[in-house]
Structures are given as structure tokens and as C-alpha cells.
């Protein structure tokens, strides 16, 4: 029922046949009314949880571009990383990876960091009210919203916020978000979290194909919001980082050009040496998957295989 709720998710429904679309969205209604009870008990959990792990306090940090400048060669760790793209739920990835079971610690390299695909506005985009998307995933299964504070928002175009200790205590969509053994929260995984909102519902060049931006401005944009990411991953000294596909999804943005983006970023001179593991985790639905021109697809043929 789980990879059903994420394939729906993704499929419009046609207009014409009424009695088709009413049921589906009867069913959609309510499968977001089970997300809304799950961010609602996640909520009341979070109290209990974050007071059994003192060491791991809900915080965040904001982090404007002005402050974070381009990364000084001399310091760079010369790691190598080739990146991976991979199918799968971010939090699930990061755990695959090798998270710590300790509060993040600038000199524990193997933290691994994530980033949060953003909303702009709204801490959590729309978790409370059983929205899916990336962000909101997250939050369901994380004390993610935690961090996220009210004071900090809206986020500027060039800003983040950095969450250091993030406890992952739910298992992901597919697995009915199942609680984690809350008798043993020192066992609860650890990811430190990046959240940086991409640029919304950009104007869009549809005589190419695939769609381009229309203005340079739009896409020289997200160049710099993804150099904000790396930059703040590296400043923080973490050396294992998931990405993901920035904006591509309700905030309307070209796959193609952010997976393009991405490349030239990763390759910029700048970029070289800092991280030893690079993995953008997608999660498309089986629609897109079968005809091949989902996120999944696009990112893997541009980004799979450079070496950073």
C-alpha cells in the first residue's frame, strides 16, 4: 500500500472518467489524513525522545551565503568520490551509509550529512497536514522539525539552515513508518541535515527538449544555492553527503538543467578533494521509472560516475 500512496502521489488523474477520480481522491484524502496521524504522533513522541538523548538537542543553525565563502584549497582532506545515484528514500541511503549513533562532532569524518529540499515559507513545508514530499518524509520519521525553528523563516534566496543532530526514530514510508524500539533510543540514528529551498515555480523554455530555464538568472540561481550546500557540508567537515534533485519536483524546476547544474558545480575546481562519498538519493514512481524519463534517469545518465 506504501509504494502505491508514493506512485499516486506523482500520477495526474484524469478529468473525464468522474466515478475513477472521485474514488481516487477519496482514497488520496485518505491516506493523507494516516500521514497527518503519523505527523501528529510524531509530534507528541518528540518531547520523550529528544530528553532521552541530551547529547542530541534540537538545534539549527542559519547559515547565510555571505558567510560561507569559496572553499580554500589548502584545507582540503584530497579525498576522492565518485558519485552514485541511487533509488531510494534519503534517510534510508544515509543509514546505509554508515550514520553515527552520536550527536555530530566536527571530528567524526564519517557523519554523514543530508540535504533537505525546502520549503521557502513553512517549517516542515506541509508535514503537518500529511503532505509527500521530500521534506515532509523526513519530518514524519525524524526530530527534523524540531530544528527547524519559526524565527528563521521565510529563508532568504542565498541561506540555509543547518541542523547538526538530527535522531532518525521511524522507519520510512514503505515500511508503515513503524517506530524504532523506543526502549532503545541510544540505538536511534544520527544525520547531520542541510535545508535549502529551491527556487519555486521557475519560468520555463518548453521549445527545448527537455524543458530549459527561460531566464539565466533562474539557473545561474540554483548554481549558487547548490555551491551553499557544498560549502556548508565542507566548512562543517563532513565527508559523506546526500544530495538529492533539487526542486524538481511540486516546485516545478527543469531535471535536466538542476542535474546540469549539479555536474558543472561538482566539477568546479573548487569542489575537488573534500568529500570521500557523494550519493543523490531519488525516489520516483514506478510510472516514471518504466517510461525512463523520471528523476531517477536524468540524474543517473548526467551525474553518475564523476569523480569529485
Not at 541511487?86 to 550529512?113: K, M, W
Request: charged share 25%; proline share 6%; net charge positive.
Amino acid at each position: 500500500m506504501a509504494s502505491n500512496l508514493i506512485t499516486d502521489y506523482f500520477r495526474p488523474v484524469s478529468g473525464r472518467r468522474k466515478r475513477p477520480q472521485a474514488k481516487a481522491q477519496q482514497s488520496w484524502r485518505g491516506r493523507r489524513e494516516k500521514l497527518r496521524l503519523v505527523a501528529e504522533e510524531t509530534n507528541a513522541l518528540l518531547p520523550r525522545i529528544l530528553s532521552t538523548r541530551p547529547e542530541a538537542p534540537p538545534i539549527g543553525q542559519t547559515c547565510h551565503g555571505s558567510k560561507y565563502e569559496a572553499l580554500d584549497p589548502r584545507f582540503s582532506p584530497r579525498l576522492t568520490a565518485q558519485v552514485e545515484i541511487l533509488l531510494g528514500d534519503t534517510f534510508d541511503i544515509a543509514t546505509r551509509l554508515g550514520p553515527s549513533l552520536y550527536p555530530y562532532n566536527q571530528n567524526n569524518a564519517e557523519h554523514v550529512c543530508i540535504l533537505n529540499m525546502a520549503n521557502e515559507k513553512r517549517p516542515g513545508g506541509g508535514w503537518l497536514n500529511g503532505a509527500l514530499a521530500q521534506e515532509e518524509a523526513l519530518c514524519y520519521r525524524s526530530s527534523l522539525s524540531s530544528t527547524l525553528k519559526h524565527h528563521y523563516y521565510p529563508l532568504r534566496f542565498l541561506g540555509a539552515i543547518y541542523s547538526p543532530s538530527v535522531l532518525i526514530f521511524r522507519e520510512s514510508i514503505d515500511q508503515g513508518h513503524e517506530l524504532m524500539d523506543l526502549a532503545k533510543p541510544e540505538l536511534f540514528p544520527v544525520v547531520s541535515v542541510i535545508s535549502v529551498a529551491a527556487i519555486q515555480d521557475p519560468e520555463l523554455d518548453h521549445q527545448h527538449d527537455p524543458p530549459r530555464y527561460k531566464s539565466p538568472r533562474d539557473r545561474e540561481g540554483m548554481k549558487l544555492k547548490m555551491r551553499l550546500i557544498l560549502r556548508i557540508a565542507a566548512y562543517k567537515k563532513h565527508r559523506r553527503l546526500v544530495l538529492g534533485a533539487l526542486g524538481c519536483g511540486a516546485f516545478g524546476n527543469p531535471n535536466a538543467e538542476v542535474a546540469d547544474c549539479w555536474a558543472e558545480v561538482l566539477r568546479e575546481k573548487e569542489f575537488q578533494g573534500w568529500w570521500e562519498k557523494i550519493v543523490f538519493a531519488i525516489l520516483d514512481d514506478a510510472k516514471t521509472i518504466a517510461q525512463g524519463n523520471g528523476n531517477f534517469d536524468v540524474f543517473r545518465d548526467k551525474l553518475h560516475g564523476i569523480t569529485t
